[in-house]
């Protein structure tokens, strides 16, 4: 929208218009520059849910959304601009409320002092959700050991040296304690708000949003739901996460990418059409254990490479810069490219990193997630 429009509509409020809409939230923010985009984005378990956002004209903008008539509803995250605060909103269908706060800008967008009033449906979900707050005071408290501040000095020199000697020291050892202790505190606490919750809607949506993704560690939590929690909207997402149908013998999606190593379009079924097996590596350059997993997959590629083994490396990263720093970094021989909207991730149901998939040259799908030695152990078994 240009400046022109938005200046001819100052005093308004903006309102997105979806068919059938029939639930609203009214967003009255400061610190939201007129033509910034504010609204909600629907949380349904996928990489790119749709979206419902519209043009701030002075602090002002309503979003209409269409929710199923039911017992259960919907949850969204607000958005603002090009990130996400975070803020989450639960409503029901039919309802109108009003969200205010102050956006504070930064690289991660914040609300400062956010409130959503006017839906029952978002009063009753956060007297029973988890309370986050008092969980991140317990880590930031321990967070202040001094032995950290030394390690992160050591780190940024790079002195494994001094790294090694830190992590003796009876501060580090405290520190190492009580991260064991947050930890199992927060799988108990988790488990606990799930199991009150699991009566209702509101359960599974605990589930898939206090969790950063789901497997099936996470399926006697679904089980203990109730028929009308399995069954609703929720419900259904957790359960096609915790115990989805075995991919095994299934084809793979076709997809077509820019080969950085080459600058060549291509696409899975050229490069399947001349390999045996190709793992399918999904990845990012922030993901540690995607990083620890990269010398195992160079060592496999070396050693099974001229017998038709390859690898395709399709990245998460939201920023260029940080993918190509990775791939100066770990100079990985095999096709690459980042997914950068294409849409990739999605066609795999990519929820969490890594996650690989060994394909024949049909295209089927012969394993998932393999690594470590099992992936040698397969290979070594494949081309005998």
Excluded at 62 to 91: C, E, H, W
Excluded at 151 to 179: G, L, V
Excluded at 234 to 255: E, H, T, W
Excluded at 349 to 355: A, D, G, L, Q, S
């Amino acid at each position: 929208m240009s400046k022109r429009i938005v200046a001819l509509m100052a005093g308004l409020v903006t309102t997105l218009c979806l068919s059938a809409q029939n639930s609203t939230v009214n967003f009255n923010l400061t610190g939201v520059k007129d033509g910034e985009k504010v609204g909600l984005v629907l949380i349904n378990g996928k990489n790119d849910p749709p979206e419902a956002l519209a043009p701030v004209t002075a602090g002002k903008v309503t979003v209409k959304v269409d929710i199923p008539q039911g017992n259960d509803g919907r949850a969204y995250y607000v958005k603002v601009g090009d990130g996400f605060s975070g803020d989450m909103i639960v409503l029901k269908a039919n309802e109108t409320a009003t969200a205010t706060g102050e956006v504070v800008p930064g690289q991660y967008v914040k609300i400062k002092d956010f409130k959503l009033a006017g839906s029952p449906t978002n009063d009753a979900y956060q007297k029973v959700k988890l309370d986050r707050e008092s969980l991140n005071k317990l880590y930031e408290a321990y967070h202040q050991n001094p032995a950290l501040v030394k390690m992160d000095s050591a780190a940024a020199k790079k002195d494994t040296a001094a790294m090694a000697r830190i992590r003796q020291t009876p501060d580090y050892k405290k520190f190492e304690a009580d991260e064991h202790h947050f930890f199992a505190l927060v799988d108990s606490t988790f488990k606990a708000v799930h199991k009150a919750n699991a009566a209702t809607w509101f359960g599974p949506l605990m589930i898939l949003t206090d969790y950063s993704y789901l497997t099936d560690a996470q399926k006697p939590e679904y089980e203990q739901l109730s028929d009308e929690a399995k069954n609703s909207f929720y419900g259904k997402i957790v359960q096609s996460q915790v115990a989805p149908p075995s991919l095994v013998g299934k084809p793979a999606p076709d997809f077509t990418f820019t080969d950085w190593n080459t600058k060549k379009k291509t696409s899975l079924k050229a490069i399947l059409a001349k390999n045996k097996y190709v793992l399918l590596d999904f990845w990012a350059s922030w993901c540690r254990p995607c990083r620890a997993e990269i010398p195992n997959v160079k060592a496999n590629y070396q050693k099974y490479h001229a017998k038709g083994f390859t690898v395709i490396s399709i990245s998460a990263d939201a920023k260029e810069a940080d993918w190509l720093k990775a791939l100066k970094t770990e100079k990985m021989p095999w096709p690459q490219d980042r997914d950068a909207g294409q849409g990739i991730l999605d066609k795999y149901e990519v929820r969490y990193f890594p996650t690989t998939y060994l394909l024949d040259s049909k295209g089927r799908i012969v394993e998932k997630d393999i690594r470590g030695e099992a992936l040698g152990t397969k290979l070594a078994e494949l081309f005998k």
